[in-house]
């Protein structure tokens, strides 16, 4: 069965420092792989994801995430955190049409 | 264009009633999807909707049922409310895509249900 896994349940960060969230997954075949965001209160967004081709995938506010297949990972990272940052963040698997598996989250603290 | 729309936002029940959340799923989106969030069990598949017809289904009692209507919206139905289905409930459409059947979702801000 497909999982995915986020090794990090609670990560603080400086404020302008830079950012990587881990995310491991497990599944015979390559994947669609996605990271969301949940504000306090507030639904998903969707960051960035990843279908094929070029592993480096560029998503909105500044984030990017690589794809490794020969470490089953597809890691967030964004160069300089801001305050608005500060948030829950969700990698997600999906293969064909099954349903979208998430991974247990990662929040994300900034500190001045 | 509008995005997904939840209502309603909150809703508090008591033990034993039952609740009926509705999701208007972004213009042109066939595919409704519903997610139950909690903080000891984190996002969990309830079922997906297409065109009508539940197309995939997760781990949960027949007490969680769902449809959706011509126009795709979708309604959730949770009967005989217990304690422990306090929860986000949240809904994602989807527009059915390529040929690889890959579905990007775009979630509603959810509906909170306190169960007391």
């Known amino acids: 069965a497909q999982s995915v896994t986020q090794p990090d349940i609670h990560i603080t960060v400086s404020e302008g420092a830079s950012l990587e969230l881990r995310c491991n997954y497990s599944?015979?075949?390559?994947?669609?792989l996605f990271w969301y965001v949940q504000s306090p209160g507030q639904g998903l967004q969707l960051l960035l994801k990843?279908?094929?081709?070029?592993?480096l995938v560029q998503g909105i506010k500044g984030f990017e995430a690589e794809f490794k297949r020969s470490q089953s990972s597809f890691n967030l990272r964004k160069p300089s955190v801001h305050w608005s940052d500060a948030a829950e963040y969700f990698c997600a698997l999906l293969f064909g049409n099954e349903k979208l598996t998430f991974g247990t989250g990662t929040r994300l603290t900034i500190i001045p | 264009k509008a995005g997904v729309t939840q209502t309603p936002r909150y809703l508090i029940k008591t033990r034993g009633q039952q609740v009926t959340l509705s999701c208007s799923p972004i213009s042109g989106h066939r595919s409704v999807s519903w997610y139950q969030q909690t903080p000891g069990q984190g996002l969990q598949f309830l079922f997906e909707?297409?065109?009508?017809?539940?197309?995939n289904k997760g781990n949960f009692p027949g007490r969680f049922s769902g449809r959706q209507f011509s126009n795709s919206r979708s309604e959730m139905n949770v009967s005989t409310l217990e304690l422990g289905d306090s929860a986000l409930y949240l809904c994602a459409s989807s527009l059915q895509t390529t040929s690889s059947g890959a579905n990007v979702l775009t979630f509603g801000a959810g509906s909170r249900l306190t169960v007391l």
């Open positions: 599944y015979g075949a390559t994947p669609y």
């Open positions: 909707y297409f065109s009508e017809t539940q197309r």
């Open positions: 990843y279908f094929s081709g070029d592993t």
